[in-house]
């Protein structure tokens, strides 16, 4: 994710969440938070600038990633690119190398619970009333072992994904 994305960015957060990024939060990530890891998805032809159609984010801690946030366009969803990006997060993470993944969850979002627990993530807690906005609880969820045996799996779910997406095309 770039500055020149950010409107794209920021059109898809507001689509996407009950209470959207405060004005200026992904400038300062990109510009001043050392932490912070941003990607965007983009659909288009070689030469040509990308229909941006998604995004993720993460903040490494440690040993630790954060998954900050994570979206697709809705025009686009169901078609597994929000899978798309939250795989190569994950691939990013052990990259690093982490070895594990946090994340915080509203109860009531189930697609994106669904999507979590296919790729392992596990509940271990909540946080009553995290989201300020309707008072909801949030769900804590954690992939605890980024090691070899979760990259192999991690290939394996591309593989499978992959030819998803191209028949899909
Ligand atoms: C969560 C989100 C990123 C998923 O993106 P998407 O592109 O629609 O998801 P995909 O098509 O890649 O689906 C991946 C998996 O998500 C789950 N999923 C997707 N749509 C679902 C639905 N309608 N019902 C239940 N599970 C669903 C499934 O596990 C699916 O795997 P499958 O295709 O093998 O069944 C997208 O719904 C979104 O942007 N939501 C709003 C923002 C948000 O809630 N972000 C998460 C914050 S914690």
């Not at 309707?134 to 992959?162: I, P, V, W």
């Amino acid at each position: 994710m770039q500055m020149v994305d950010l409107f794209a960015v920021q059109t898809i957060d507001r689509l996407s969440f009950p209470t959207p990024a405060r004005a200026g939060l992904f400038e300062h990530e990109l510009a001043q938070n050392n932490i912070a890891h941003y990607q965007v998805l983009g659909l288009g032809e070689d030469g040509r600038s990308p229909q941006i159609i998604g995004f993720s984010g993460f903040w490494l801690i440690a040993d630790e990633v954060h998954i900050s946030t994570i979206a697709t366009h809705p025009q686009w969803r169901g078609h597994g690119l929000g899978e798309l990006l939250l795989l190569y997060l994950l691939f990013q993470a052990y990259d690093h190398p982490a070895n594990m993944a946090t994340l915080e969850v509203r109860q009531s979002n189930r697609v994106a619970q669904a999507l979590y627990r296919k790729y392992q993530f596990e509940e271990v807690g909540t946080r009553p009333r995290y989201y300020r906005d309707t008072g909801e609880d949030a769900l804590l969820m954690t992939m605890a072992s980024l090691n070899a045996r979760y990259h192999q799996f991690l290939k394996e779910q591309q593989a499978t994904l992959y030819q998803r997406l191209q028949s899909e095309a």
